[in-house]
């Protein structure tokens, strides 16, 4: 069994723990900024309980309410002028996701001199503290390294986040949700949904991480019927918030799939709240990696009461409504965002795995793992059937790339620490786009009126290959 656990994030769920807890605010510093948006955290009660705990511990306190949904760059950055110009120790983040991953960045730019564009470079060896206080559930960020910020400049949301953006203490009382409405509630809800979902079925999951994963989905299934039938009671809402902080912790060790990927660009061009953006691609999503994980999704419908996928999948329809129709032009389009997404430490560029594909293909090909173009090919054919397996469970790149480093690596032509920084050298290139960029058309096509067959999957494998081919001219 292989697993590794670190959450330097502590976690504290309790009726009134804010304003209960002088401890942690009064250990943090003497100011603090408070990141947050024009509405929630003031309506729901959680901004006044922050203001009366500093208040009453000295902490000056410095308020900045500009967070949009989909927080982008430029706000970040003008927040972390704010937190520079009051001299901020600590950031106290109160929201839903969007406030949540504001904080970190603004935690990062506030606590160091760079540039705005760095923060996607990962690089960055400090931070504020961060006391995160979701609102919502359904994030998770309270519990993750993760921020994800729309750049505008790249026309979709890219995300960053190490260990110095764990935030340090997150405090959860689901009496900040109880005023939620039923969209938000359901979006977020489906958002949560989805991280333990992809986490217990992303390659990267462990025993550890699927028992974490399992809870929150046999804790969620208590909640789906509710959820449908727009009974959400306050019991309801207390379970809600688990399965988000659950979602937060497995994904913060697994990371998400292709799913978050995509629905990003939703987000982006078709203003689809994240949550049922991520919801209207689990369809496409399970059909394509069924085969290969049928046990695992077989027994998450069991945990959800639902007979199978499918009726799964309606049900869920019922609850967000049908993807949106796209054109041949926005699936070309939106494959592009996503891969150059992964290529700046996003969704995919985050796991040097992702990357590997292209390494692995650029070793196989100059360190003669295979002697010539002919070889090239004999091998991946010999490999196709592994390759389609491989592809299918969360795929893609992944699913290549795994599977090609693991080849490497155990052939030793390439030590992992070797593996990693090479990967991230060659994660710009342009043969990572070649190489994968079949495939991903191919996910994405799903979400299209003409779903795609077995057979062009397979066509997409032969794709790829030939791609393979044409880098060895
Ligand atoms: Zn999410």
Redesign the pocket.
Same mark, same amino acid.
């Given at each position: 069994m292989n697993y590794k656990w670190k959450l330097p994030t502590e976690v504290i769920s309790k009726k009134q723990c804010v304003i209960n807890n002088d401890k942690v605010f009064a250990s943090l510093g003497k100011r603090a900024i408070i990141v947050t948006g024009h509405y929630s955290a003031k309506s729901c009660g959680a901004l006044e309980d922050v203001l009366t705990v500093c208040n009453r511990n000295g902490i000056e306190v410095t308020v900045f309410d500009e967070i949009e949904n989909n927080p982008s760059l430029e706000t970040v950055v003008k927040g972390s002028e704010a937190a520079k110009a009051c001299q901020a120790e600590f950031v106290i983040g109160i929201g839903g #996701?969007s406030p949540l991953d504001a904080a970190k960045a603004i935690a990062v730019l506030a606590g160091n001199e760079m540039g705005a564009l760095e923060l996607f470079k990962n690089q960055f060896q400090t931070a504020l503290p961060i006391i995160a206080i979701p609102t919502t559930a359904?994030? #998770?960020s309270e519990v993750t390294p993760y921020s994800v910020i729309l750049r505008t400049d790249m026309q979709t949301k890219v995300s960053f986040g190490n260990e110095k953006t764990f935030p340090a203490y997150a405090l959860i009382d689901s009496k900040y949700i109880c005023s939620l409405n039923r969209n938000s509630t359901v979006n977020t809800a489906v958002?949560a949904f989805? +991280?333990v979902f992809e986490g217990y079925l992303c390659n990267r999951a462990t025993v550890l991480s699927d028992a974490l994963a399992m809870d929150a989905i046999r804790v969620f299934g208590e909640c789906f019927e509710a959820l449908l039938t727009d009974k959400v009671t306050e019991e309801i809402r207390e379970k809600l918030m688990y399965v988000s902080l659950m979602g937060g912790i497995v994904i913060a060790h697994t990371g998400?799939t292709i799913v +978050?990927g995509m629905?990003y660009c939703l987000t982006y061009f078709k203003e689809i709240p +994240? #949550?049922r953006a991520?919801g209207l691609l689990l369809k496409a999503y399970l059909d394509y990696i069924y085969d290969v994980k049928k046990e695992k999704i077989d027994l998450v419908m069991q945990l959800l009461h639902c007979r199978s996928r499918v009726d799964f999948t309606d049900k869920l329809e019922g609850m967000i409504g049908k993807a949106p129709l796209l054109s041949e032009d926005e699936v070309e389009q939106y494959t592009e965002l996503t891969m150059l997404q992964g290529a700046h430490g996003g969704t995919f560029g985050g796991n040097p795995v992702a990357c590997a594909a292209a390494l692995a293909t650029i070793d196989v090909l100059q360190n003669g793992a295979v002697e010539n173009a002919a070889a090239m090919g004999e091998y991946f054919k010999n490999e196709l059937e592994k390759l389609a397996a491989a592809f299918q469970c969360i795929g893609e790149v992944r699913g290549l790339g795994l599977m090609l480093a693991i080849e490497l690596v155990k052939e030793e032509k390439l030590p992992d620490s070797e593996l990693t920084a090479k990967l991230k050298e060659k994660v710009l290139e342009k043969n990572v786009l070649l190489l994968t960029c079949g495939t991903y058309k191919n996910v994405i096509r799903f979400i299209a009126p003409a779903t795609v067959t077995k057979e062009e999957i397979h066509m997409a494998l032969l794709t790829v290959r030939e791609s393979l081919l044409e880098l060895q001219k």
């Amino acid at each position: 069994m292989n697993y590794k656990w670190k959450l330097p994030t502590e976690v504290i769920s309790k009726k009134q723990c804010v304003i209960n807890n002088d401890k942690v605010f009064a250990s943090l510093g003497k100011r603090a900024i408070i990141v947050t948006g024009h509405y929630s955290a003031k309506s729901c009660g959680a901004l006044e309980d922050v203001l009366t705990v500093c208040n009453r511990n000295g902490i000056e306190v410095t308020v900045f309410d500009e967070i949009e949904n989909n927080p982008s760059l430029e706000t970040v950055v003008k927040g972390s002028e704010a937190a520079k110009a009051c001299q901020a120790e600590f950031v106290i983040g109160i929201g839903g #996701g969007s406030p949540l991953d504001a904080a970190k960045a603004i935690a990062v730019l506030a606590g160091n001199e760079m540039g705005a564009l760095e923060l996607f470079k990962n690089q960055f060896q400090t931070a504020l503290p961060i006391i995160a206080i979701p609102t919502t559930a359904g994030t #998770g960020s309270e519990v993750t390294p993760y921020s994800v910020i729309l750049r505008t400049d790249m026309q979709t949301k890219v995300s960053f986040g190490n260990e110095k953006t764990f935030p340090a203490y997150a405090l959860i009382d689901s009496k900040y949700i109880c005023s939620l409405n039923r969209n938000s509630t359901v979006n977020t809800a489906v958002d949560a949904f989805t +991280h333990v979902f992809e986490g217990y079925l992303c390659n990267r999951a462990t025993v550890l991480s699927d028992a974490l994963a399992m809870d929150a989905i046999r804790v969620f299934g208590e909640c789906f019927e509710a959820l449908l039938t727009d009974k959400v009671t306050e019991e309801i809402r207390e379970k809600l918030m688990y399965v988000s902080l659950m979602g937060g912790i497995v994904i913060a060790h697994t990371g998400v799939t292709i799913v +978050h990927g995509m629905g990003y660009c939703l987000t982006y061009f078709k203003e689809i709240p +994240h #949550g049922r953006a991520n919801g209207l691609l689990l369809k496409a999503y399970l059909d394509y990696i069924y085969d290969v994980k049928k046990e695992k999704i077989d027994l998450v419908m069991q945990l959800l009461h639902c007979r199978s996928r499918v009726d799964f999948t309606d049900k869920l329809e019922g609850m967000i409504g049908k993807a949106p129709l796209l054109s041949e032009d926005e699936v070309e389009q939106y494959t592009e965002l996503t891969m150059l997404q992964g290529a700046h430490g996003g969704t995919f560029g985050g796991n040097p795995v992702a990357c590997a594909a292209a390494l692995a293909t650029i070793d196989v090909l100059q360190n003669g793992a295979v002697e010539n173009a002919a070889a090239m090919g004999e091998y991946f054919k010999n490999e196709l059937e592994k390759l389609a397996a491989a592809f299918q469970c969360i795929g893609e790149v992944r699913g290549l790339g795994l599977m090609l480093a693991i080849e490497l690596v155990k052939e030793e032509k390439l030590p992992d620490s070797e593996l990693t920084a090479k990967l991230k050298e060659k994660v710009l290139e342009k043969n990572v786009l070649l190489l994968t960029c079949g495939t991903y058309k191919n996910v994405i096509r799903f979400i299209a009126p003409a779903t795609v067959t077995k057979e062009e999957i397979h066509m997409a494998l032969l794709t790829v290959r030939e791609s393979l081919l044409e880098l060895q001219k």
